[in-house]
């Protein structure tokens, strides 16, 4: 069943999920979105990870899948932290206002 | 005692009295310093005499002491040694040295009783009296400067003996400054001689190697040579144009004026020439223009003593004058007539020194003879003694100046040799020497009348306190006066006695081959008859407008052509032109490569520009890095796509 | 890694190296407060060095010429890059190790009551500056060199930058940036000749022999990155100005080892690494070197006339003294790069005695303002003496050591020269214009500056170096009529004190010296002869002009100069043979010089491009290595 749809489908999806992803890490001010367009991003990646593992019968794709999905676990954890510090901090989530660490 | 010991021991004592004064001088008592000073110059010129006497006793050709101490420098190809020869000339001139100095130095115990640093005083002198001696006694070029520039430093160093008067320290450093000028001309000499005599300086080897021409020396190139040194000895004998350091020189205290700036230091160049007369022989176009610039010397500087009234000053032109006849009698290849002058004007001219230096000494410093009038009743020693020298400078029969004088007069008249484009050039000389005798006879007598002769015309609490000197001081003057008066009977053309040029021919061998006398020695009378005709002339024209009918006339003559009084009264200017074009272009130079050239394009625009320059350049690159994190991804992604966009196509 | 090989002697270089360097870490266990413990350990540390740098100047033999590795240490360091640890010394390098350890106890004993804070790192800082220095000297592999370059860099950056004067931040980060940015170009350099052949060896004996395989414009670009990184060091003009600033603002044992030694390593850089390496590209821009020193020598004289800062005065008046040293480098004689070597010590000793006598007037006075002094002859007569003698040193008066360097370096680049009036027969080639050589040594071909043009160049250049005498004598003397005639008006200067015992100690051992190499000079120029005449002829060989090196041919047909060609005998044509007399056959005299013979013969033998071999001798240890490891491939 599911091979019946060609592969570019999945691969556009990926694509447009990625783009969407990047265009808010790019665009948006908030940090929380900024997180979130990050994680989508990642998942797009994913997904072209378990596409064409699946297409190629090989499945290094999968294990590579699970590791950046426990990286990105990792990473919500220490990002979501960071961010509620900063928030403590400054009262705000803007990310226009956190170029501190340049000077 | 060795050949060695001798000739060292001529040189080095003295050093040794210098060293002794300048360590221990403020432990011992003065009469030690001045007994320390006085003997180890005075046991120098006994062992100059014994050295004399040994010289004597060698045959003519043969009169040659060397005395090698050790190498002083080798390298490639060149090699000096710290060696001295002994060799009539140099004889002749370490007597001169040793005697006159010795005389001044006992002048100087009395002279200097009163002043606090006699220690400083003796040591430098007696350092003088070293480097001199090196100077004369050197075997090689290089040890000749070494003396050369040490008689220099001692010059600077007693010209600004009273350091504490800022006219007086800047004398000393004036005298020093100029003297190098010369001596800078002096060191590209020996540089390019160098390249020629093949790294040797030694004075027997370069005689042999141009007697022998061996050394097929480049006739331009040793003409530069010859040059180079004249110019270094312009410096150092106060010739024109680098007189100008002589009469300030007369800052220093009145002995040493004697010593450094009258008998001895300033007649080191025509030393030098005649030592290297050799040499001069392959460049008589230098001959030439040695005499004359000694001819112009004196008259220029006979025409400036006419109107000075320091009494130190008159006597200062008539140094500057005196060793222009020297020059003038070099540059014609009568060295031995330069050599007799250059002896006979040490004896009177020191006389004459020290004799002002007395008047000094007795008027508490009063040097303008305005103000001084009738000393010879208060000092009857000092004026005698003052008005023999006077005499036997003026060129009176039968003085020593009247010989020397005239020798050289007659040699200018007769003499020629390869480098005078015409015979005429003698004539000239000679016509220009026998005016500047007239000057010469005219301006000693007006100091001595001034000084001497009339009524006291100096403030009268002074008058009471004028005295004689005491005896250490008039004893210097009565044998140098003495001096003056025999001095000149060594050699007397015309009665034939030619001892001085007996003794020094060996010396002179080569370089008088190329000069010779294009007429008879009849001439002989009538060149000293009009010398001694000019000298009567100069000396009665003094006597009647400063003694006589006419004493206000020279009042009268300043009021009618004030402008050229005043011109001459200021030594013509030399020394205010000197001051605007070499000071000032240099001190502008200085200042605009200070403070434009340095500070401003090299380390403002050069320097700190480049620096400026990186930190614009980040400064524009800073500003893509500015922290927003956004920014930077979109030219990330921006960068990527057309990276990728490139790579796929 | 360790030492490979223990070497046969006792390893005294590496010994007076690191001692300092030994002391400095021992003062770190001295607590700060016992200041005068520290001060005694230091002045024990650098007189131990002085003393055991006496066994270097015994041991060393004068008759072992080149650049031979005397008293060599060597050690593998970092076998993978090939860097090793090599010390050695030649007659060159040998004065200058001298005059580092001489300088080291007079430095600290000068500046015994100058520093009031912060001791301990300054006299650390001056001992490590001491290591950094004599390393530099003494180390004759490339890398390591740089290593120990840049080793001084850092204390003397923190002398000025800590105990300087106002403006000492602005100067030591000047001198800082300025030294930093020429070793780079040094660097790149270093690493072209490592990996241009092959990667074997940084050891300078090594390079040497290989670098003739160098193209002409391989070896001015190397010269070039070298050579700025040295001329910003000397400094030559116009890279200049970081010297005012930094001596300037230095403490006085700063400026003391600043002008004393580390002006030093620029010439003696030129000498070790620029010479042997590059010796055509030397040739080439010698004029360039020439020209820059000798505006070099009379610029710095000028500007010294007209300042106002004793101690910035003595700061330019480096600028001067090291152009002379620069052109005698440059002049490339035997006599010259004698001249210029000596002075590079007499330099050392007379402006280092100078800063010391500056610091000690500053030291009681807090001015170095010309202006506020005056007269102080009368109260300081010791004083006085001591800086009479310096100056009179330092402008070169006969009997003085300034007199030898300087009469060498003039008479020795005149020796490169002839009259310019000597025929050159049939060469027109000869007049090579400035600009050519420049090109030709950047931009390919291998021609370069003729012989003859160089000659007249070095001509010009030593009369004008000569008027360095004349404009020294000009602001020294007014700078000591200044300060030290006159009457003593300020009431601050009198109450100044003359020298005491301890200030003796400092100023007596440079008097003597200043006499002693003028004097006799020849102990000195002895140990350094054979290393100079060596490594001269190596870069000039048509310099030489030994008698027994003119082919007597040669010479009886030049001496003979019959223009019809019909003499037979080649007889002596100022005494023409009666034969030729009898025959009519006319001869030209000729108006040559010795000089123009040996210009003849030159041009003989430069065409033939003779290079004489340079004696090399590597120490037994590295020779084996080499061998090994081409065996093991």
């Given at each position: 069943m599911i091979n019946t749809i060609p592969i570019h489908y999945f691969l556009l999806l990926s694509a447009m999920l990625f783009t969407i992803g990047m265009l808010g890490v790019i665009f948006r001010r908030n940090a929380l979105i900024v997180f979130m367009s990050i994680e989508l991003m990642l998942n797009a990646v994913n997904l072209t990870l378990v596409t064409f593992s699946r297409f190629r019968g090989d499945s290094s794709g999968h294990v590579i899948a699970f590791l950046v999905m426990a990286v990105a676990a990792a990473e919500a954890a220490v990002g979501l932290a960071i961010i509620i510090n900063i928030f403590r901090h400054k009262k705000v989530v803007n990310i226009d206002t956190m170029d501190r660490m340049k000077y | 005692m060795s050949n060695t010991a001798l000739l060292s021991s001529i040189v080095l004592l003295p050093l040794l009295g210098a060293l002794i004064n300048g360590l221990f001088a403020g432990r011992l008592p003065r009469r030690v310093v001045e007994v320390i000073a006085c003997s180890t110059v005075i046991v120098s010129f006994l062992f100059s005499l014994k050295a004399f006497l040994q010289l004597m006793a060698l045959p003519v050709g043969a009169r040659e002491i060397h005395a090698h101490l050790y190498n002083w420098v080798a390298v490639g190809n060149f090699r000096f040694d710290v060696a001295f020869y002994l060799d009539p000339l140099s004889s002749m001139m370490s007597l001169i040295i040793t005697g006159v100095g010795g005389l001044i130095h006992v002048y100087s115990a009395g002279y200097m009783?009163?002043?606090?640093s006699y220690g400083r005083y003796f040591s430098y002198l007696n350092l003088f009296t070293f480097s001199m001696l090196s100077l004369v006694l050197g075997n090689n070029i290089l040890l000749m400067f070494l003396g050369w520039e040490g008689v220099g430093l001692c010059s600077y160093l007693l010209i600004g003996?009273?350091?504490?008067d800022v006219q007086k320290a800047k004398a000393g450093k004036k005298a020093f400054i100029v003297n190098r000028i010369g001596d800078l001309a002096f060191i590209v000499g020996v540089g390019l001689l160098l390249g020629l005599a093949d790294g040797n300086l030694d004075f027997t080897y370069l005689r042999k190697v141009t007697a022998l021409r061996t050394l097929y020396l480049d006739p331009m190139m040793v003409k530069g040579i010859c040059l180079a040194f004249f110019i270094g000895a312009t410096g150092k004998s106060a010739q024109?144009?680098?007189?100008?350091w002589l009469p300030d020189?007369?800052?220093?205290?009145t002995p040493v004026s004697a010593l450094i700036?009258?008998?001895t230091m300033v007649t080191a160049g025509i030393y030098m020439i005649a030592r290297l007369n050799f040499m001069y022989a392959l460049a008589p176009e230098v001959l030439t223009l040695i005499a004359g610039v000694g001819a112009a010397t004196a008259l220029f500087a006979a025409t400036i003593g006419?109107?000075?009234?320091?009494i130190k000053k008159v006597l200062a032109y008539s140094t500057v004058s005196q060793l222009g006849y020297m020059f003038l009698a070099v540059g014609m290849g009568a060295y031995t007539a330069a050599m007799f002058h250059l002896m006979t004007h040490a004896f009177f001219k020191a006389c004459l020194f020290l004799g002002s230096g007395s008047v000094i000494h007795s008027l508490h410093g009063e040097q303008d003879i305005i103000k001084m009038g009738g000393l010879r009743k208060k000092m009857p020693v000092t004026a005698l003694t003052f008005l023999t020298a006077t005499m036997a400078i003026s060129g009176v029969?039968?003085?020593a100046g009247f010989f020397s004088k005239d020798e050289i007069l007659w040699k200018a008249f007769t003499n020629a040799h390869?480098?005078?484009?015409?015979?005429?050039w003698g004539k000239i000389f000679f016509v220009v020497g026998l005016i500047a005798a007239l000057c010469t006879a005219f301006y000693m007598f007006r100091l001595y009348f001034l000084t001497f002769e009339g009524e006291y015309r100096g403030p009268k609490e002074t008058e009471k306190t004028i005295h004689e000197s005491p005896v250490s001081m008039t004893l210097a003057l009565v044998v140098l006066a003495f001096l003056s008066v025999v001095?000149?009977?060594?050699?007397i053309g015309f009665a034939h006695v030619h001892l001085l040029e007996d003794w020094l021919a060996p010396v002179f061998a080569v370089g008088s081959l190329?000069?010779?006398?294009?007429?008879?020695?009849?001439w002989e009378y009538a060149t000293m008859a009009m010398s001694v005709a000019i000298a009567g002339v100069g000396i009665g024209a003094a006597y009647y407008l400063y003694?006589?009918?006419?004493?206000k006339i020279p009042a009268r003559m300043m009021e009618a052509a004030p402008r050229l009084y005043n011109f001459v009264w200021n030594k013509y200017k030399i020394d205010e032109l000197y001051q605007v074009v070499f000071v000032g272009t240099y001190r502008s130079f200085a200042h605009f490569s200070h403070r434009?050239?340095?500070?401003?394009?090299?380390?403002?625009?050069g320097v700190r520009g480049t620096g400026a320059l990186a930190q614009g350049i980040g400064r524009v690159i800073g500003?893509?890095?500015?922290?927003?994190v956004q920014r930077y991804l979109v030219v990330f992604v921006v960068g990527l796509t057309l990276i990728l966009y490139l790579w796929l196509q | 890694m360790g030492l490979e090989q223990i070497p046969s002697h006792f390893p005294i270089l590496t010994l007076v190296t690191f001692l300092p360097l030994a002391g400095a870490l021992a003062m770190?266990?001295?607590?700060?407060?016992?200041e005068g413990v520290l001060k005694g350990f230091a002045l024990g540390t650098t007189t131990l060095t002085f003393v055991a740098s006496l066994f270097i100047l015994r041991k060393f033999d004068p008759s072992l010429g080149g650049?031979?590795?005397?008293?060599a240490d060597y050690a593998s360091w970092l076998k993978f890059f090939q860097i090793r640890y090599f010390l050695g010394i030649d007659g060159i390098s040998l004065w200058l190790v001298m005059l580092t350890t001489f300088l080291g106890p007079i430095v600290i004993l000068s500046s015994y009551t100058a520093i009031k804070q912060r001791l301990k790192e300054f006299l650390i800082a001056l001992l490590v500056l001491q290591t950094g220095m004599l390393g530099a000297f003494t180390a004759l592999d490339l890398f390591l060199f740089y290593i120990f370059w840049e080793l001084m860099l850092i204390p003397m950056y923190l002398l000025i930058g800590i105990w300087?004067?106002?403006d000492r931040i602005y100067a030591t980060v000047k001198f800082f940036i300025y030294t930093m940015a020429g070793s780079v170009l040094m660097l790149v350099g270093i690493l072209y000749l490592y990996v241009k052949f092959g990667g074997e060896t940084f050891l300078l004996p090594d390079l040497i022999k290989k670098a003739?395989?160098?193209?002409v414009v391989e070896q001015t670009w190397l010269f070039i990155g070298f050579g700025i990184a040295f001329a910003i060091k000397v400094p030559l003009f116009p890279f200049h100005t970081w010297l005012p600033d930094a001596h300037t603002e230095a403490p006085t044992a700063g400026s003391v080892v600043l002008a004393g030694v580390l002006l030093k390593l620029g010439t003696y850089g030129f000498v070790r690494f620029g010479m042997p390496l590059f010796p055509d590209a030397l040739r080439m821009l010698a004029p360039v070197i020439m020209a820059l020193s000798v505006w070099g020598i009379i610029y710095g004289a000028a500007i010294s006339w007209v300042q106002k800062d004793v101690k910035r005065l003595v700061a330019y008046s480096s600028v001067s003294h090291l152009g002379f040293v620069m052109v005698g480098v440059a002049a490339m004689t035997e006599e010259a790069l004698t001249g210029a070597i000596l002075q590079m010590v007499n330099h050392g000793i007379c402006t280092g005695g100078l800063f010391i006598a500056i610091g000690f007037l500053y030291e009681q006075r807090h001015t170095r303002l010309?202006?506020?002094?005056?007269?102080?002859a009368k109260q300081i007569p010791k004083f006085a003496v001591f800086l009479m003698i310096l100056t009179l040193g330092s402008i070169g008066l006969?009997?003085?050591n300034g007199f030898i360097g300087e009469f060498l370096i003039i008479a020795g680049t005149f020796q490169g020269t002839f009259t310019p009036r000597a025929p050159v027969i049939?060469?027109?080639?000869?007049?090579?214009?400035?600009?050519q050589p420049f090109a030709h040594g950047l931009f390919?071909?291998?021609?370069?500056?003729s012989v003859f043009t160089f000659k007249i160049i070095s001509g010009v250049a030593g009369g004008l170096a000569a008027l360095g005498v004349l404009l020294g004598a000009i602001y020294m003397l007014s700078m000591y009529r200044r300060v030290?005639?006159?009457?003593?008006?300020?009431r601050a200067n009198r109450e100044l004190r003359d020298l005491n015992l301890r200030d003796m100690f400092v100023a007596v051992p440079l008097v003597l010296l200043v006499f002693w190499i003028g004097l006799y000079p020849n102990f000195f120029i002895g140990k350094m002869r054979k290393s100079v005449s060596e490594l001269t002829e190596y870069v000039?060989?048509?310099?030489?002009?030994?008698?027994?090196?003119?082919?007597p041919g040669l010479l009886r047909r030049t001496l003979c100069?019959?223009?019809?060609?019909?003499?037979?005998?080649?007889?002596?044509?100022?005494?023409?043979?009666k034969a030729c007399i009898k025959k009519g056959i006319k001869h030209?005299?000729?108006?040559?010089t010795m000089r123009t013979l040996h210009m003849m013969v030159d041009a003989e033998r430069s065409h033939r491009r003779i290079r004489l071999p340079l004696r090399l001798e590597l120490p037994k240890a590295l020779r084996t290595t080499r061998t090994t490891r081409k065996g093991g491939k």
């Open positions: - | 009783s009163h002043d606090p003996f009273w350091f504490t024109i144009p680098l007189y100008v020189a007369m800052a220093g205290p700036h009258a008998a006419i109107v000075q009234r320091d029969p039968l003085f390869a480098g005078m484009t015409t015979v005429y001095g000149g009977y060594v050699q190329n000069v010779v006398e294009t007429m008879g020695h009849s003694m006589g009918a006419g004493t434009f050239a340095d500070a401003f394009v090299i380390d403002f625009l500003r893509l890095q500015n922290g927003d | 770190l266990v001295i607590p700060k407060a016992n650049i031979q590795a005397q008293l300087g004067g106002k003739g395989e160098l193209s010309i202006e506020d002094f005056g007269g102080l006969p009997g003085t049939g060469r027109p080639g000869d007049f090579v214009d400035m600009a390919g071909s291998d021609g370069g500056m030290m005639f006159g009457p003593l008006r300020s000039r060989p048509e310099v030489r002009r030994r008698a027994d090196s003119l082919d100069a019959d223009l019809s060609g019909k003499c037979p005998a080649e007889c002596n044509p100022v005494n023409p043979s030209r005299v000729p108006r040559v």
